[in-house]
């Protein structure tokens, strides 16, 4: 029902007794009746709706004539909504449905019952606080880029977190951060268009995720409700079960004769949380009658090894197994005893790094250090919109390559002697891509989780050389409508 004003009673005044407005009617009884029975039932303020897509109205038998501050209405709802929604009374307006963070409202369902309170501006349901910041809070503004973009990030480091109004990469910009870290989460409380490039290739952090990015996704109030909570528990689900492509494992070193001596190549690791998995280490070359030693494996997925020198004595070395993920050292021969220190080769990434080469010296001490340096990981993105996501640029978290196996270029005396050329160390995997949208998904761009491809084995001497590493496997992409 609609307010209308009160009556123009007067009172009685006994000069003029037949003034018609200072006696009520049956007509004026049965309106005041009226209203009662609608303001005790709420009959006057509650009907369904029909829509047009995301626009609902609504029509009262008794038409509201303008919209006061403080209206409150109970509606059901006849469809569910897809976007942000809209609500007419009587045909004064379509105005926007909010939440009390001021975002749009987008879930309507079929059947549901929904209160809404005019604020002078839009509708804003009630019921539905706790989880805002599913969004963000806007704090950083409105991110419109005028050329590349990098986001300071601290090595091996947490996620970067932004949260902006809306977001729009321009055609021929790129979005970045600064070092490998744990992530790049990005909110918008508004529209996300991708016209450019998003790249956290080879961004992925050395140290374990852990269960950090999950808690990372939402601020929580005090004040959650029911609906808010499945949505948080929903997306934190999701994500601790986002895992990155495997790395490819490491190849064999070259034998010291032919096949012979060959030393295995590291086993990679299974894709990590949100980030591209390890890759194996290549396999050292064998020289003398010794097989160089074996590259370094990934034992636990979210862990990675760093080198460690060896020294050694007499004609020839010994096989080792390197710590994970390094390339494997030479082999080497001499004719004379005397000590000589030994390095695994390169420096480890997330990729594997290449195994060095077999080595002859003919006396001295000498020192064998390979350094080859691999890539890193692919890296994780996450974007929550409360609005659409529209990618006609690029979104990619691809993996790094392996580095090459070490050659070998000398022999001592300029005599034929063997020596195998270096493994190569395996591909890192892909990173992980999540897109949570509250209105449409429209990809007509690329998404892309590749894994890295595995180096190159090194040239041998005489022998034989050193076999490629494996290529890591493809991340995750996955989307998800709130």
């Not at 037949?18 to 039932?41: H, K, L, Q, V």
């Not at 709802?77 to 929604?85: E, H, L, P, V, Y």
């Not at 007419?88 to 309507?108: F, H, P, Q, Y």
């Not at 528990?233 to 001596?261: F, R």
Request: proline letters at 3%; aromatic letters at 6%; hydrophobic letters at 25%.
């Amino acid at each position: 029902m609609s307010y209308e004003p009160k009556t123009d009673w007067v009172d009685y005044d006994p000069l003029n007794p037949s003034n018609p407005n200072a006696i009520p009617t049956a007509a004026d009884m049965i309106r005041i009746e009226e209203g009662i029975n609608d303001a005790y039932n709420g009959t006057g303020t509650f009907g369904t709706t029909t829509n047009i897509s995301n626009a609902y109205s609504l029509t009262f038998t008794n038409p509201f004539t303008s919209l006061p501050t403080g209206l409150k209405i109970t509606f059901k709802c006849n469809a569910d909504s897809s976007g942000n929604t809209t609500l007419n009374i009587d045909g004064l307006g379509a105005k926007s449905i909010k939440n009390s963070n001021g975002e749009n409202v987008t879930e309507l369902k079929n059947g549901g019952i929904y209160t809404v309170v005019y604020d002078g501006t839009n509708f804003i349901q009630q019921g539905e606080g706790g989880v805002g910041s599913f969004f963000g809070s806007g704090s950083d503004g409105v991110l419109n880029t005028t050329g590349n973009l990098t986001l300071t990030s601290t090595l091996n480091g947490g996620a970067v977190v932004k949260e902006y109004e809306s977001i729009t990469i321009n055609a021929g910009n790129t979005l970045t951060v600064s070092n490998p870290c744990q992530g790049l989460i990005l909110y918008s409380k508004g529209d996300v268009v991708i016209n450019g490039t998003i790249d956290m290739s080879q961004k992925a952090g050395i140290a374990p995720n852990g269960n950090i990015i999950p808690m990372l996704i939402t601020k929580v109030k005090s004040n959650l409700t029911t609906k808010t909570l499945e949505k948080y528990y929903q997306l934190t689900t999701i994500l601790e079960s986002i895992i990155g492509g495997s790395g490819g494992n490491g190849g064999y070193g070259g034998g010291y004769d032919g096949s012979t001596g060959r030393s295995s190549g590291g086993t990679a690791g299974s894709g990590r949380q949100n980030l591209g998995g390890f890759g194996g280490g290549g396999g050292g070359g064998g020289a003398g009658n010794q097989a160089g030693a074996n590259g370094g494996s990934i034992y636990h997925r979210e862990c990675l090894g760093y080198p460690t020198k060896y020294s050694v004595n007499g004609y020839s070395t010994y096989s080792e197994t390197s710590s994970p993920g390094v390339g494997g050292h030479g082999s080497f021969s001499r004719t004379t005893p005397a000590n000589a220190t030994l390095s695994e080769n390169g420096i480890p990434r997330g990729a594997g790094s290449g195994g060095a080469g077999g080595n002859w010296a003919s006396s001295g001490n000498n020192t064998f250090t390979g350094s080859n340096v691999s890539e890193y990981c692919g890296g994780f993105i996450l974007i929550i919109a409360g609005g659409n996501i529209n990618i006609a640029g690029t979104i990619r978290c691809n993996g790094g390559n392996g580095s090459n196996g070490t050659d070998v270029t000398s022999a001592a005396s300029g005599t034929n002697q063997k020596a195998g050329g270096g493994g190569g160390g395996g591909g890192a995997g892909g990173g992980c891509i999540m897109l949570v949208h509250a209105g449409t998904l429209t990809n007509n761009g690329t998404i892309q989780v590749n894994g890295g491809s595995g180096g190159s084995g090194g040239t041998g001497l005489f022998s034989e050389n050193g076999g490629s590493g494996a290529s890591g496997s493809a991340g995750t992409i996955l989307t998800q409508k709130l």
